[in-house]
């Protein structure tokens, strides 16, 4: 079974420039979590959607962050502009909802230069 | 509102040492209790889960139990391999309604010698 695919694996880009981070979660899962990780911050959950719709996004860092989900099974993180600060691993993951477990995808490893 | 509390890290252990990694939390409610794994360079991954109180989650060797008296979920497992070496994360499902979101806590570094 496939399980959450992310692209591009890696990122690298010069400050300023617009980063876009694409997801395609588990099939006939209806939620999806944005995570960034980093040595300083740890694991921090930035945006999360329950059928395609934004529940919480308490998590995004600032207005240069943005997040959609048009349809169940993309979403895309983006940043415009980047910044060096914004050099990270996002990961994104899916779930069935409840209590359900959510499943990862291998993340974008982004370096902004 | 929800956190969860692991033990600080990292930690280092020969082959075939027991492990223990502390796990408390708070939550109102009766949450779900996960614990993740994270190998370099991947995404985390449901290493087990307890759904309610006295519940044990295990997989892999590893084991868990959902305490209620002391909120906690501490992992063990009997006798680590190099293969152990990982990032480890506790975390909680409050799960009221249709939201699934995961509170973690830090993470803690393993590290197994051969």
């Known amino acids: 079974d496939a399980g959450v695919i992310q692209s591009p694996r890696h990122e690298v880009t010069e400050m300023g420039q617009e980063v876009t981070l694409r997801c395609k979660p588990i099939s006939g899962h209806n939620s999806l979590f944005w995570y960034r990780q980093t040595m300083m911050r740890g694991l921090e959950l930035l945006i999360y959607f329950n059928n395609n719709v934004p529940i919480d996004d308490s998590g995004m860092p600032e207005d240069r962050f943005s997040a959609k989900m048009p349809n169940a099974s993309f979403s895309t993180l983006k940043i415009q502009p980047s910044e060096p600060r914004d050099s990270a691993v996002y990961f994104c993951?899916?779930?069935?909802?409840?209590?359900?477990?959510?499943?990862f995808g291998d993340g974008t490893r982004l370096s902004i230069l | 509102g929800d956190s969860v509390t692991q033990m600080e890290g990292p930690v280092t252990l020969s082959e075939e040492a027991f492990l223990t990694i502390n796990c408390t939390y708070t939550a109102t409610g009766y949450p779900s209790l996960f614990w993740y794994v994270q190998y370099p360079g991947e995404g985390l991954q449901l290493l087990l889960k307890a759904t309610k109180a006295d519940d044990k989650g295990s997989n892999k060797g590893f084991e868990a139990t959902y305490r209620k008296e002391t909120t906690s979920f501490h992992l063990e497992k009997g006798s680590v391999q190099v293969s152990d070496s990982a990032v480890y994360f506790c975390?909680?499902?409050?799960?009221?309604?249709?939201?699934?979101?995961?509170?973690f806590g830090k993470g803690i570094t393993l590290s197994v010698r051969p």
């Open positions: 993951a899916s779930s069935s909802g409840g209590n359900q477990p959510q499943h």
């Open positions: 975390a909680l499902s409050g799960g009221r309604g249709a939201n699934s979101k995961l509170t």
